[in-house]
């Protein structure tokens, strides 16, 4: 397997294509897939390059939201086709969509809205941040190759609430980049956040002690900010119900901005023989 680090750097890469498919307007881009050994395409991949897509699109303004919706199993063994698709731009915003495609049809499509920099009076009203976590609290997470720490491993398959919280801190690399890595990051861990009430299941049972895959992500920022500095996601899953699942979280500086939201559902289902018995219900 290659560096991961490296190869993530390649896949953000993103290149117009040579024949754009003007037919149905917009500009296409190619992009490459991460070399992970596993037969699907990794969802935060996508979203980050549809960040760097959007950035490339309207290059005077900065991402304010993405809202992704994945329609289909992306093939890793596939390069995937990009069509960008302006509807408006404006002094102040602008937005447009990207789908992404191979040759089965649609997998994911995105809603981008962007917005030149203003001032203006600000106000924060958040729990506050506690220290970074020393390196005894190092904790590898699957697929994001840079320092995180947490003191919880959803690994695990002992139960607990359903919130998590990890620092991380990618190698040093340009502020351009930091909206499309933490995209990347926000789409790893609410299932497994969602899954810490169950009991006997962590998130690498997927596949075997339960089915998994995300329908639908938004990221919104709300700030600049860099990730070769500490950054805490710290998030929560309120609900799991009828086959899925849903959670949300902010991502903070270590001097306690808020710089980020996200929020994701997602399919979670289990083998009919282990449905009863496993409902669970916590009231905070």
Known sequence: MPDLWRDLLAC???TPSVAPPSQYGGVGYQGRNQQLNYHRVFGGQLLAQFVRIASLTYPDKAIKSQHAVFTSEGRADEPIAFLAKPHHEGRSFAALTITATQQHGVVVTSSISMHANETGPQHQ????????????????????????????????????????????RTP????????????????????????????????????????SAVTSHTVWFHRPFRTDDWLLLRQHS???????????????????????????????????????????????
């Open 125 to 168: 009203e958040i729990e506050s941040v506690p220290p970074v976590l020393g390196p005894e609290h190092d904790l590898k997470l699957d697929l994001i190759p840079w320092e995180t720490r947490a003191t919880v491993d959803l690994n695990t398959t002992a139960t607990g609430p359903p919130s998590f919280e990890f620092w991380m």
């Open 238 to 284: 309120p609900l799991s119900a009828h086959g899925r699942s849903f959670g949300r979280g902010d991502v903070l500086t270590r001097e306690g901005a808020l710089v980020a939201s996200y929020a994701q559902e997602a399919l979670l289902r289990f083998p009919e023989r282990h449905r009863e018995g496993r409902s669970t219900k916590r009231r905070v």
């Open 12 to 14: 953000l890469d993103v």
């Open 172 to 211: 040093k690399t340009e502020a351009a980049l930091a909206p499309a890595l933490t995209a990347y990051a926000t789409d790893l861990t609410l299932i497994g956040t969602a899954l810490r009430p169950i009991e006997g299941v962590g998130q690498r049972g997927n596949g075997t002690d339960f089915t």
